[in-house]
């Protein structure tokens, strides 16, 4: 606990007044969130969206001012945590229920500061299982697809039920045990119908704050993907651009998805 708070009260230090801040859910995520806390009633002046119910009810709790998200085109800095994070920092998110509202926001912000503590960093990602949320509907069938690729998927089970995200879906923890492309796989997973998101955060982190058990406080170095791993990436974000197309707003990238494989 302490070496996550030490990094959660580092990471704070980014946060200035005029911002508008993502707000994360999780253990670490509460720890940033109280500090953020803190800070607002010794007078920052700041503005904050919640990734989940839990952490837009403490933020209220403590007096931090929330923004509806149709008043924002996106936000300054998120503070989060993760369940695990390689060495490109690559992340697997969701153990506490609330990656897609997580990505969201992730996605939308300038500056996405991941507060870990050193449990968390790996060499590859896929000890912990990686969540994915899917919509009710024929959730059996996604089920199915989903160990096609390779895992073993359990639906993830709350006081005897099916465990219900705030957006009213299901989640999946799919256990691979190892996961040797996180971008592949998160384009293969995104790929089934019946997903809405998966807990793969690929190349959306912009810092990566450590916590150590002896007080210490790192941010690690992030290390550069291979090319097979940089070519999967590339595809992924490609086809985040626009689907079977070479072109994005008039702009011609000169690179096709197939010319990347």
């Not at 403490?58 to 060495?87: M, R, W």
């Not at 998966?198 to 982190?205: E, K, S």
């Amino acid at each position: 606990m302490e070496a996550k708070k030490a990094a959660a009260e580092l990471a704070i230090d980014a946060i200035q007044d005029g911002m508008i801040v993502g707000l994360g859910t999780g253990s670490t995520a509460y720890w940033a969130i109280q500090g953020i806390g803190a800070r607002v009633q010794n007078g920052l002046r700041i503005q904050a969206v919640a990734t989940s119910v839990v952490s837009e009810n403490l933020a209220k709790e403590l007096g931090i001012p929330l923004i509806p998200f149709a008043d924002i085109s996106e936000i300054d800095v998120t503070i989060d945590g993760a369940d695990e994070v390689d060495q490109a920092w690559h992340l697997i998110k969701g153990g506490g229920g609330a990656l897609l509202r997580e990505k969201i926001v992730a996605y939308s912000s300038k500056k996405l500061i991941i507060v870990v503590d050193e449990s968390k960093i790996v060499q590859r990602l896929g000890a912990f299982p990686l969540p994915v949320e899917v919509v009710k509907f024929g959730y059996e069938l996604t089920v199915n697809k989903l160990r096609a690729l390779g895992c073993e998927p359990k639906v993830r089970v709350s006081e005897g039920n099916p465990y219900v995200t705030d957006n009213g879906n299901y989640i999946v923890d799919c256990h691979f045990k190892s996961i040797s492309n996180p971008a592949e796989l998160h384009q293969a997973i995104n790929g089934i119908p019946g997903v809405v998101e998966n807990g793969l955060f690929i190349g959306m982190a912009s810092q990566v704050i450590v916590g150590y058990k002896n007080g210490s406080v790192v941010r690690p170095a992030k290390k550069q993907e291979s090319n097979e791993e940089l070519r999967a990436h590339l595809k992924m974000l490609l086809s985040k651009i626009k689907p079977d197309s070479d072109h994005h707003d008039g702009i011609d990238l000169g690179i096709t998805g197939d010319e990347l494989i």
